[in-house]
T-cell receptor, first 115, second 115 residues
Framework: AQKVTQTQTSISVMEKTTVTMDCVYETQDSSYFLFWYKQTASGEIVFLIR??????ENATVGHYSLNFQKPKSSIGLIITATQIEDSAVYFC????????????FGTGTTVSVSP | GGIITQTPKFLIGQEGQKLTLKCQQN?????MYWYRQDSGKGLRLIYY???????QKGDLSEGYDASREKKSSFSLTVTSAQKNEMAVFLC??????????????FGPGTRLLVL
């Protein structure tokens, strides 16, 4: 059965530092896609970055990057040079290639960035 | 680019009432989704539709009906609202191609409260 687990409930960091959050997934499919989304205080959910399982290189978009460790079924999100606006809940999600279109979400990690 | 619009923004209902939520997208995406988010939790899939008049059940479909009237719109009906129910319903859309790989984009949500 597919499952996505985010064990860190909340993280607090100072502005301009780097924050790393973990996500572990379970899947029987050999091909899958991993996503990170950000939910702001207003409730808006924004797509941040995606990792395709067949790609060896870690995805990077702006100040977001991923640490994809396939043997450990792990996909960490790294945010560098954090800003106050990065304070949000971050969700990890997975879609299996053979699993239809459904996204399976983790429970989220709340990040608080202080000045 | 495009946007997803959800109406209403807030919905207050009575126990046993049938309630309808609407979603419109102008991305020209093929697939649309309805998710439910309970406080402090991740998103869970209720229904999705890969094309007009298509419906696929998610894990949480019991107690809900959905309708894909046309490509740009997807409705969700709570068939009998449960007392003290409180949740956010999120609509999303996606399209499959080698670049997007069904990356889902979300609307702002409808907040439901049942008295």
């Amino acid at each position: 059965a597919q499952k996505v687990t985010q064990t860190q409930t909340s993280i607090s960091v100072m502005e301009k530092t780097t924050v790393t959050m973990d996500c572990v997934y379970e899947t029987q499919d050999s091909s899958y896609f991993l996503f990170w989304y950000k939910q702001t205080a207003s409730g808006e959910i924004v797509f941040l970055i995606r990792q395709d399982s067949y790609k060896k290189e870690n995805a990077t978009v702006g100040h977001y990057s991923l640490n994809f460790q396939k043997p450990k079924s792990s996909i960490g999100l790294i945010i560098t040079a954090t800003q106050i606006e990065d304070s949000a809940v971050y969700f990890c999600a997975m879609r299996e290639d053979q699993g239809g279109r459904a996204l399976i979400f983790g429970t989220g990690t709340t990040v608080s960035v202080s000045p | 680019g495009g946007i997803i619009t959800q109406t209403p923004k807030f919905l207050i209902g009575q126990e046993g009432q049938k309630l309808t939520l609407k979603c419109q997208q102008n991305f020209n995406h093929d697939t649309m989704y309805w998710y439910r988010q309970d406080s402090g939790k991740g998103l869970r899939l209720i229904y999705y539709s890969i094309t007009e008049n298509d419906l696929q059940k998610g894990d949480l479909s019991e107690g809900y009906d959905a309708s894909r009237e046309k490509k740009s719109s997807f409705s969700l009906t709570v068939t009998s609202a449960q007392k003290n129910e409180m949740a956010v319903f999120l609509c999303a859309s996606s399209t499959w191609d080698w670049v997007n790989q069904d990356t889902q984009y979300f609307g702002p949500g409808t907040r439901l409260l049942v008295l």
